[in-house]
């Protein structure tokens, strides 16, 4: 049984950062794509940034020069680092693997996806 397993949201004030973690239990994910989508009330869960198997890392705009992913296979684990966060950053976080090399920003190429978890970003 395949397991994704986020940490480190919370509550911080606008310029803040955070660092999510999200370790994947189950099967290795060495040469598979994963990536950070967000949700917020009333919205479509949307594309926030994934790292191909090799590292190759692509983001939204939104978030590109604030936010930055990163992975270790050896800890089968993606991370998200987050920094000048804004309040348009609040949404719950979900952790995403691909079971195959596609990634990118396409929802459909992920099949396994953490619980999500709450980042709050006050003005």
């Known amino acids: 049984q395949v397991q994704l397993v986020e940490s480190g949201g919370g509550l911080v004030q606008a310029g803040d950062s955070l660092r999510l973690s999200c370790v994947a239990s189950?099967?290795?994910?060495?040469?598979?794509?994963m990536a950070w989508f967000r949700q917020a009330p009333g919205k479509e869960r949307e594309f926030v940034a994934g790292?191909?198997?090799?590292?190759?890392?692509t983001y939204a705009d939104s978030v590109k020069g604030r936010f930055t992913i990163s992975r270790d296979n050896a800890k089968n684990s993606v991370y998200l680092q987050m920094n000048s966060l804004k309040p348009e950053d609040t949404a719950a976080y979900y952790c995403a693997a691909s079971a195959t090399f596609r990634g990118g920003p396409t929802l459909g190429n992920y099949d396994y996806w953490g619980q999500g978890n709450q980042v709050t970003v006050s003005s």
């Open positions: 189950g099967r290795t994910f060495t040469y598979n794509a």
């Open positions: 790292i191909s198997w090799s590292g190759s890392d």
